[in-house]
């Protein structure tokens, strides 16, 4: 099937409409217009078939995903997702695996009132390149920069999960019944936490997104800010589903390095604690404090019932299979 047939057939119609799309699909370039006082934030993610997704995955988890991780890097800015663009590399083209990718694309792409406005579809081995951009009203963007010593850490949604289903996949770890099912959407169907991260503008005084693991992207905002962190690990959320298919020991394990989970970790000075704590009561989705910035810049202490803690893995989670 030649290029434009393939865009033609699959991409050129469904999805969402946005009226601030003024060409998308079909021309050299798409033209958009963004709105008066607001700043463009601009992302890119590749994802790679064997390093980033099994190369067994369904065709709809592997769209799904592809738009969910640079949703959550919108959302770990503060950033309302407006357009897409996808580099589509495949070594053949199978009807029914495009058509289920498809699928999955445009359910994440409606739910969040995202275009895919253009792209390009390539002969080679499978890969996927996303770029999103989203608004920003001006002065109000997250930053991984803006922490300081007393600042509150929190979390949101549970951690673990997507490493859990993971290793499930993987046939490393053995689960049955409900929570098997449950860790492994958690893996394949990440969700962008992209209401929390426009929620979160002037609140939070960073924020970043769980792609490597709790002790590997916390470590980012204490490198960007100059802080150290004590973190609590018996404070750390755990989903049921975790807890039901391992001990506590190794749920805390899947909580502090394992990747995939794509919530936000975030820092709250004291002074607007309180602004948080009332604009949560209303919010879905659930943020667990779980320790605090210190002074030590770059010295992060797990604790576990006040006493130091020490992972079995201190680097966190890297993409390769």
């Given at each position: ?11 050129s ?45 369904p065709?709809k988890s ?5 738009v ?5 890097d919108?959302?770990?800015?503060g ?19 495009l ?9 994440l792409?409606?739910?969040y ?5 253009g ?8 890969a ?11 002065g109000?963007e997250?930053t991984?920069?803006?922490?300081k010593p007393?600042d ?7 951690l ?7 290793d499930i996949?993987q046939n490393?770890l ?6 098997r099912?449950?860790?492994i959407?958690?893996?394949?169907y990440p969700t962008?936490r992209v209401?929390?991260g426009?929620a979160l503008r002037?609140i ?19 490198k ?9 690990v018996d404070k ?7 807890t039901?298919a391992v001990d506590n020991?190794?749920?805390i ?13 975030f820092?709250?000075g ?9 604009s949560m009561?209303?919010s879905?989705?659930k ?5 605090q910035?210190?002074g ?8 576990k019932?006040?006493?130091p ?7 966190g989670?890297?993409?390769?299979f």
């Amino acid at each position: 099937m030649k290029e434009f047939d393939l865009i033609g057939r699959y991409f050129s119609d469904g999805g969402h409409t946005r009226k601030d799309v003024v060409i998308g699909i079909g021309d050299d370039c798409a033209v958009t217009n963004v709105p008066s006082n607001q700043q463009l934030a601009v992302t890119t993610d590749t994802l790679v078939a064997g390093v980033h997704f099994l190369d067994d995955a369904p065709a709809k988890s592997v769209a799904y995903k592809t738009v969910a991780v640079n949703l959550s890097d919108l959302a770990a800015m503060g950033a309302e997702p407006a357009w897409i663009s996808l580099s589509l590399s495949l070594p053949t083209v199978n009807d029914e695996w495009l058509s289920e990718f498809v699928d999955g694309l445009y359910e994440l792409t409606q739910y969040y009132s995202v275009q895919l406005i253009g792209g390009d579809t390539v002969k080679g081995p499978m890969a996927m390149t996303i770029t999103a951009q989203g608004f920003i009203p001006p002065g109000s963007e997250l930053t991984r920069s803006n922490a300081k010593p007393g600042d509150w850490v929190y979390v949101t949604g549970t951690l673990g999960d997507a490493g859990a289903g993971l290793d499930i996949l993987q046939n490393k770890l053995s689960v049955a019944g409900e929570a098997r099912d449950v860790l492994i959407n958690r893996h394949y169907y990440p969700t962008p936490r992209v209401a929390m991260g426009t929620a979160l503008r002037r609140i939070a005084s960073s924020c970043i997104d769980v792609s490597d693991g709790l002790i590997s992207d916390l470590g980012h905002i204490l490198k960007a800010s100059g802080c150290g962190a004590n973190v609590h690990v018996d404070k750390l959320p755990l989903s049921r589903a975790l807890t039901s298919a391992v001990d506590n020991a190794q749920a805390i394990e899947y909580a502090l390095s394992a990747g995939d989970d794509y919530e936000l970790i975030f820092t709250v000075g004291e002074e607007q604690r309180g602004n948080f704590e009332t604009s949560m009561g209303s919010s879905s989705v659930k943020a667990t404090c779980i320790g605090q910035l210190t002074g030590q810049v770059g010295q992060l202490s797990l604790l576990k019932d006040n006493q130091p803690f020490a992972p079995t893995n201190e680097s966190g989670y890297e993409h390769t299979f």
